[in-house]
Structures are given as C-alpha cells and as structure tokens.
C-alpha cells in the first residue's frame, strides 16, 4: 500500500478529489431527473387516463346527440308533409268558398243554404288555420332543437380536438423524459466502466505479470492453481497473498467510487469438464466451483471488503473460456473469475 501511495505522489497532482467531487455532483443530478421523469411519467399518466374517460364519454354524447338529431328530422319532415297536406286543404276550401260565394252573388241556388255552407266552410277554414299555425309553430320549435343539437356537437368536437392535442403534447413530454433517461443511464454505464478499468489497471500494478494471471474482456481472471489445491476449496498460501493484494485495490477503490453507484464484484468459480472422484469431499464440478467461488468471497470478506459488494456463483464446466478436452484447453478452463459489475 505504502509503495502504491509513493508511486501516486511521484506521477504529479492528485486530480481525484477534484474528479470525484465533479462526478458526485453529476450523479446528483441524474437522480433529480430520475425523480422528476418517474413523478411527470406518474402524472401524465393520470391525466392521459382522465382523457382518456373524457373522450369516451364525449363518444357516447356524440352517438346519442346523433341519434336525436335523426330523430328530430323525422319529426321535421312530417311535420313540413302534414302542413304541406293542410296547405293544399286550406286552398281547396278557399277556391270552393269563392266558387259558392259567386253562385250566390248570381243568385242561383238558395241563399240560405249557400250561407250555411259560407259558415260550415268558413269555420273550417278557421280551424285548419289554426292547426297550420300549430304546425308552424312546431316546425320553428324543431329548427331551433336542432340548431342547439348542431352547437352541441360542435363544442363537442372541439373539446375532442383539443383534448387530442393535450394528449399528444403529452407522449411527445414522455418520449423526451425517456431519451433523457437513456442518457443519464448511458452517462452511469461510462462512470462505472471507467472505476472498472481503473481497478484492473491498479491489480496489474499490485499483481506480479503471471501467465496464469490475465484479463479477458471485463474480467480479472486467476487460474484455479494459483489458488487452490487440485479437487480443493481451501485457498493455498500463495493464493491467499494474491487475495491479500486484490482486497487492498477493492477497498481502496470502494472509498472512491460514488455510493450513488449500486456496484458488486461478482466472483465466478469454473472447472474443467473431468468428473471428480466419487470419494472426494465435492459430489460434482458444480459444487467445487460453488464452494471456490465462496471461499474466496469469505476471504476479501475477512479482509475488510463489504459483504454487501460481494457476490459468489459456481459454473461447474459449463461455461469453458477454451472448446475442447487437451490438457491445455482443460488448464484455462479451471478459473476464477473477477467482474466488477452494476447491481
């Protein structure tokens, strides 16, 4: 640790403080959008699902107003046919009241009884112009109904077009919500890509350049004789100086990294596809990957690393890093993984 700190001091300026205080201030703010994308998601969504009660109800207000006006128009049309009907009466009746009237003046027939029917015909008329001012009367009635129905379905469709809008305005919010969330999760993938590079770059500086030491991709990977026996769990001396050496770079590391980052070191215990003796302590590969991956993950416990931080999964051989049974192949095989990952 002592010789880490010099070499430290020796490359200049410690920019971390800095750095650190610049990303907390960053992750800070990614979870101010988190909040406020969840609470306007949570909000717009009550108001779509009040919209969405609001056209419904608009539809079936639609659908009955339309039914009214149909039936107003029926209404309309016999009306317009039996004032249509009484029209054609009244002029009957009038053309035979002339024609009587001219009989009378001419003197023929007799006159008591032609103004008998003057009388009969003159009060019928009364009457038929009466109901034909009924009819009109009824007719203006269902004009100004269906006006009013008319006004009605338009307000109607104009609160269903502005409503339409408010909820388009609304998806629009929500998408630019997202791509700013996709954001922010991409910005905290490149953070903790970069703690992870850093950690692999402190463990080649700590760890001795072995062969059976190496990287592949995003992990740290041990050969199985490094630390254990052959068919063992129990970690050997020289693995346990190892061990030593990657709790000190995690610990240090977990100082650094942001709480704010839900972040693990998952160890990954894997063997060769040989089956092991039926009288040995482990019944198959899976359990003695299992029991390598916990033994390690005991160990850093041990030394300080949190638990919490710390996952342990056996693979048996069913995950080899190298196809094919040689004895070479079987070596790379017999591993442990290290994968600093998100939780």
Same mark, same amino acid.
């Given at each position: 640790?002592?010789?880490a700190?010099?070499?430290?001091?020796e490359?200049?300026?410690?920019?971390?403080?800095?750095f650190?205080?610049?990303?907390?201030?960053?992750?800070?703010?990614?979870?101010?959008?988190?909040?406020?994308?969840?609470?306007?998601?949570f909000?717009?969504?009550?108001?779509?699902?009040g919209? $969405?009660e609001?056209?419904i109800?608009l539809?079936? #207000?639609?659908? &009955?107003?339309? /039914?009214?006006?149909?039936?107003?128009?029926?209404? !309309?049309q $016999?009306?317009?046919?039996?004032?249509?009907?009484?029209q054609s009466?009244?002029s009957?009746?009038?053309?035979? =009241?002339?024609r009587?009237?001219?009989?009378l003046? *001419?003197?023929?027939?007799?006159?008591?009884?032609?103004?008998?029917?003057?009388?009969?015909?003159?009060?019928?008329?009364?009457?038929?112009? &009466?109901?034909?001012e009924?009819?009109?009367?009824?007719?203006?009635?269902?004009?100004?109904?269906?006006?009013?129905?008319? *006004?009605?379905?338009?307000?109607? &469709?104009?609160?269903? #077009?502005?409503?339409?809008?408010? $909820?388009q305005?609304?998806? *629009?919010?929500? *998408? $630019?919500?997202?791509?700013?969330?996709?954001?922010a999760?991409?910005q905290?993938?490149?953070?903790?890509?970069?703690?992870?590079?850093?950690?692999?770059g402190?463990? =080649?500086?700590?760890?001795?350049?072995? /062969?059976?030491?190496?990287?592949?991709?995003?992990?740290?990977?041990f050969?199985?004789?490094?630390?254990? +026996?052959?068919?063992?769990?129990?970690?050997?001396?020289?693995?346990?100086? /190892?061990?030593?050496?990657l709790?000190g770079?995690?610990? &240090?590391?977990?100082?650094e990294?942001?709480?704010?980052?839900?972040?693990?070191?998952?160890?990954?215990?894997?063997?060769d596809?040989?089956?092991?003796a039926?009288?040995? =302590?482990?019944?198959?590969?899976?359990? @003695?990957?299992?029991a390598?991956a916990?033994?390690?993950? !005991?160990y850093?416990?041990?030394?300080?690393?949190?638990?919490?931080?710390?996952v342990?999964?056996?693979f048996?051989?069913?995950q080899? @890093?190298v +196809?094919?049974?040689?004895?070479?192949?079987?070596? #790379?095989?017999?591993?442990i993984?290290? !994968?600093?990952?998100?939780?």
């Open positions: 640790m002592a010789l700190k010099n070499r430290r001091r490359r200049g300026v410690d920019y971390w403080p800095g650190v205080d610049a990303l907390s201030t960053l992750l800070l703010a990614v979870m101010f959008l988190l909040t406020v994308f969840v609470l306007a998601q909000v717009l969504s009550r108001e779509i699902s919209r $969405d609001v056209l109800r539809n079936s #207000q639609i659908a &009955e107003l339309t /039914e009214l006006l149909a039936l107003e128009k029926g209404g !309309k $016999d009306l317009e046919d039996s004032l249509a009907a009484l009466s009244l009957t009746s009038e053309r035979e =009241r002339s009587l009237q001219s009989l003046d *001419a003197g023929t027939g007799s006159a008591g009884a032609a103004d008998q029917r003057i009388s009969s015909l003159s009060g019928e008329l009364s009457q038929q112009r &009466e109901i034909s009924r009819a009109m009367s009824q007719v203006e009635l269902l004009n100004q109904q269906i006006a009013a129905l008319r *006004a009605q379905i338009a307000a109607v &469709e104009s609160a269903l #077009q502005a409503s339409e809008a408010k $909820d305005a609304s998806q *629009a919010r929500i *998408a $630019d919500l997202g791509r700013r969330l996709n954001v999760l991409a905290k993938v490149q953070e903790l890509n970069r703690y992870r590079s850093d950690f692999f402190r463990l =080649r500086e700590i760890l001795s350049d072995r /062969e059976n030491i190496r990287i592949v991709g995003d992990r740290f990977v050969q199985s004789e490094v630390l254990f +026996p052959s068919g063992a769990a129990d970690i050997n001396p020289a693995g346990l100086d /190892e061990m030593r050496k709790a770079a995690l610990i &240090e590391l977990a100082r990294i942001p709480p704010e980052i839900n972040w693990v070191l998952r160890v990954d215990g894997h063997t596809n040989v089956p092991l039926g009288t040995g =302590r482990y019944a198959d590969n899976w359990e @003695l990957s299992s390598r916990t033994s390690v993950v !005991k850093l416990m041990s030394q300080g690393v949190p638990a919490d931080r710390l342990a999964a056996g048996g051989e069913y080899p @890093l +196809p094919g049974n040689t004895p070479e192949a079987r070596a #790379q095989n017999r591993r993984e290290f !994968k600093l990952t998100e939780r």
